[in-house]
């Protein structure tokens, strides 16, 4: 549940270099999107920190690991072997242990052998030298009612090991007795000052029943091992580092799975993650890095906040979905909590893995920007699937977004490779807003910076909102993009407030006809828009081919829809075509589009010769685009324009923006970490 906050000062308009963009536009140029504007096409490696690099090359710079890291055998070497006896403990060897009844405190570095059962006591780690202390938990059984079993209050390095074979469990009782009251400390089952490294092959089992699970103070390095935690709040914390190499994790938390926590130093807080299978059900994030997300691997199933909800809600009192607004005031939004899959304040990077999330807050968020360049994700959630408030990039990767309130959303949206496939309740892929977006309530704000860019990839977009919608500017040079949807003519299945320029690449997009537009006229690829007499039913056939008989299209809508626009660099001006309906084709269908078939059986429903860079077609053949509609560099949206008749607005009242009373117009704002 958000809380909502008032704030009376509209949110900057984003510049081209706090989006990064190649631009070279003129103040005067950029400060508005006009019919008349030409759309400036976004350097991709410029829409992320790490510029041209990739993220495994990012993540060597930022990760390193030590022979400590590493597990090796430790029976061979000098050990100290402390035995644990219910109500107090015996040690044996060279290294510095003092026993006070069932506390066990470790003086100096070396590698120690904990076995047996503490029933209620404490191992605490107060190193005076300088050198690593390892902790062997070669099956342990040790509680604590009243502080952290496991406590390393001062060591250079401490490293706990996990020995194939060994099951270990530590727990903690529900009140602490703290050892540092002012900065309430330690406040996990194992608890680290400083740096913390788990490795091995064993089973570690951490049920907090205080606070947290397993907390490193700096940073904390995971390199192994079968680690089981079930927390009260947050499962696995690490301040300045959290570094997952390789691992089993079955985490339960009633609040984040995975985190770090240094807000104060912007080279500090990232996480990393390189490899290991995760199941994370946390009522709050799943995994959450304070600064930047890293993934170069791994399989995830993360569930948060409950889960997804059954039914998505769907905004009916906005135009396009959330609408746009003129008002110089807004209604920000701040989250008292956060239910997101993954989370990042700054990069949000994802070179590979396997996911499969189901939130009840974004899938994917960051406060900055996403950059997918490999992996399998498979998301529900109960608001946006993927959202940056500045810049989404995929370069990469397949993505199947099967639940949610809106697909995709960001300032900026770059898809350069890729495939994509988007089920909304609202929009399928939405630039507009920038500042967390996410929530029912956004309204978006147009600006000339915002860009929507398809150069490559496959996306497919199923939506009850618009399909593919920019605030600002929309350029498509390449790839394939199919849209079903919205039959509310309220929405459109192209909806753009700047230009629309095409060049390469299909796009199809089927859907409503009330608010429909179609490219701009500067756009250097021709394409058709069709306004059909009366619904079509979801399913029917759309068949475009040229006077050789050569297919240009055949796609079978996911939904029923009334207009259909179709862009394809086998549309050529004074060439003649032939638009077809219902039949049946023998192609390869994926998301309705069809490939490499023979079609067959349909209805003819007008023949035509391209005449511009959008021919405007109903049942009689060529006609007049509607007054105010696509196709003249802008749509009835972007101009503001009255619709012509027969197209009027749904009553849906007010019209956000249009009455200077008008306050509840709400832009999101970043949500607390």
């Given at each position: 549940m958000k809380r909502k906050y008032k704030f009376t000062k509209l949110i900057a308009p984003l510049l081209c270099t706090t989006l990064l963009f190649a631009c070279s536009n003129t103040e005067e140029e950029s400060s508005t999107s006009t019919s008349t504007s030409t759309a400036t096409e976004v350097n991709i490696e410029s829409l992320s920190t790490l510029g041209d690099s990739d993220i495994k090359s990012v993540v060597s710079g930022l990760v390193s690991y030590s022979d400590d890291d590493l597990y090796t055998e430790w029976e061979t070497g000098e050990v100290t072997s402390i035995q644990l006896n219910g109500s107090t403990a015996t040690s044996e060897g060279s290294g510095g242990v003092v026993v006070s009844g069932s506390t066990v405190t470790i003086k100096t570095g070396g590698v120690y052998v904990l076995s047996g059962t503490l029933d209620d006591g404490q191992i605490i780690v107060d190193a005076e030298d300088n050198n690593t202390v390892r902790l062997v938990l070669n099956g342990v059984d040790i509680t604590s009612s009243s502080s952290a079993p496991i406590y390393v209050k001062n060591a250079e390095k401490a490293v706990i090991s996990l020995p194939k074979g060994t099951e270990n469990t530590i727990t903690d009782g529900t009140q602490y007795v703290y050892d540092d009251a002012e900065a309430e400390e330690p406040n996990s089952a194992i608890f680290s000052k400083g740096n913390l490294t788990i490795n091995g092959e064993g089973t570690l089992v951490v049920k907090a029943n205080f606070n947290n699970g397993i907390t490193g103070k700096d940073d904390l390095k995971i390199t192994g091992g079968n680690i089981k935690v079930t927390a009260k709040d947050d499962a696995i914390v690490g301040r300045d580092l959290l570094a997952i190499k390789e691992g089993t994790f079955t985490i339960t938390a009633g609040g984040d799975g995975f985190k770090t926590t240094n807000d104060e130093d912007a080279e500090k807080g990232n996480l990393v993650v390189e490899g290991g299978t995760f199941t994370i059900n946390a009522e709050n994030d799943g995994i959450q890095a304070q600064t930047s997300l890293y993934t170069l691997g791994g399989d995830?199933?993360?569930?948060?906040?409950?889960?997804?909800?059954?039914?998505?809600?769907?905004?009916?009192?906005?135009?396009?979905?959330?609408?746009?607004?003129?008002?110089?005031?807004?209604?920000?939004?701040?989250?008292?909590?956060?239910?997101?899959?993954?989370?990042?304040?700054?990069?949000?990077?994802?070179?590979?893995?396997?996911?499969?999330?189901?939130?009840?807050?974004?899938?994917?968020?960051?406060?900055?920007?996403?950059?997918?360049?490999?992996?399998?994700?498979?998301?529900?959630?109960?608001?946006?699937?993927?959202?940056?408030?500045?810049?989404?990039?995929?370069?990469?990767?397949?993505?199947?977004?099967?639940?949610?309130?809106?697909?995709?959303?960001?300032?900026?949206?770059?898809?350069?490779?890729?495939?994509?496939?988007?089920?909304?309740?609202?929009?399928?892929?939405?630039?507009?807003?920038?500042?967390?977006?996410?929530?029912?309530?956004?309204?978006?704000?147009?600006?000339?910076?915002?860009?929507?860019?398809?150069?490559?990839?496959?996306?497919?977009?199923?939506?009850?909102?618009?399909?593919?919608?920019?605030?600002?500017?929309?350029?498509?040079?390449?790839?394939?993009?199919?849209?079903?949807?919205?039959?509310?003519?309220?929405?459109?299945?192209?909806?753009?407030?700047?230009?629309?320029?095409?060049?390469?690449?299909?796009?199809?997009?089927?859907?409503?006809?009330?608010?429909?537009?179609?490219?701009?006229?500067?756009?250097?690829?021709?394409?058709?828009?069709?306004?059909?007499?009366?619904?079509?039913?979801?399913?029917?056939?759309?068949?475009?081919?040229?006077?050789?008989?050569?297919?240009?299209?055949?796609?079978?809508?996911?939904?029923?829809?009334?207009?259909?626009?179709?862009?394809?660099?086998?549309?050529?001006?004074?060439?003649?075509?032939?638009?077809?309906?219902?039949?049946?084709?023998?192609?390869?269908?994926?998301?309705?589009?069809?490939?490499?078939?023979?079609?067959?059986?349909?209805?003819?429903?007008?023949?035509?010769?391209?005449?511009?860079?959008?021919?405007w077609l109903n049942e009689s053949g060529v006609t007049e685009a509607a007054a105010g509609m696509g196709g003249r560099g802008g749509g009835m949206r972007g101009n503001g324009g009255t619709p012509p008749e027969g197209m009027e607005r749904p009553d849906r009242g007010t019209v956000p923006g249009t009455d200077s009373s008008t306050t509840d117009q709400s832009t999101t704002t970043s949500d607390s970490l």
């Open positions: 995830y199933t993360i569930k948060t906040g409950g889960g997804s909800p059954e039914t998505v809600a769907v905004n009916q009192n906005a135009m396009g979905g959330r609408g746009q607004s003129t008002s110089t005031t807004t209604t920000t939004t701040t989250e008292t909590s956060s239910s997101k899959g993954l989370k990042a304040s700054a990069e949000l990077a994802i070179a590979g893995g396997t996911f499969a999330i189901d939130a009840l807050d974004d899938a994917v968020h960051s406060n900055g920007n996403v950059l997918i360049e490999a992996g399998e994700m498979t998301i529900a959630t109960g608001d946006d699937g993927i959202h940056a408030d500045a810049s989404v990039l995929t370069k990469g990767g397949n993505i199947t977004i099967n639940k949610s309130y809106e697909g995709i959303e960001g300032a900026v949206i770059a898809i350069a490779d890729g495939t994509i496939d988007v089920t909304a309740s609202d929009d399928g892929i939405n630039v507009g807003g920038g500042v967390d977006g996410s929530g029912m309530d956004m309204e978006s704000n147009t600006s000339s910076d915002m860009m929507l860019q398809i150069s490559g990839g496959y996306v497919s977009v199923n939506s009850q909102g618009d399909g593919l919608d920019s605030n600002g500017n929309f350029v498509m040079t390449g790839g394939t993009a199919v849209v079903s949807g919205p039959t509310n003519s309220g929405n459109g299945s192209l909806d753009y407030n700047g230009t629309f320029e095409i060049s390469g690449g299909l796009l199809i997009a089927a859907g409503s006809s009330g608010m429909v537009q179609a490219s701009s006229d500067t756009s250097e690829q021709n394409g058709i828009l069709m306004t059909y007499p009366g619904t079509q039913s979801a399913g029917t056939l759309i068949h475009l081919e040229d006077s050789e008989g050569n297919t240009i299209a055949t796609f079978a809508p996911e939904k029923e829809y009334s207009s259909v626009y179709i862009s394809s660099p086998d549309l050529a001006k004074d060439s003649s075509y032939t638009l077809s309906s219902g039949g049946t084709s023998t192609g390869t269908e994926t998301n309705g589009l069809y490939t490499d078939g023979k079609y067959s059986g349909g209805t003819k429903v007008v023949e035509f010769t391209i005449s511009d860079v959008v021919t």
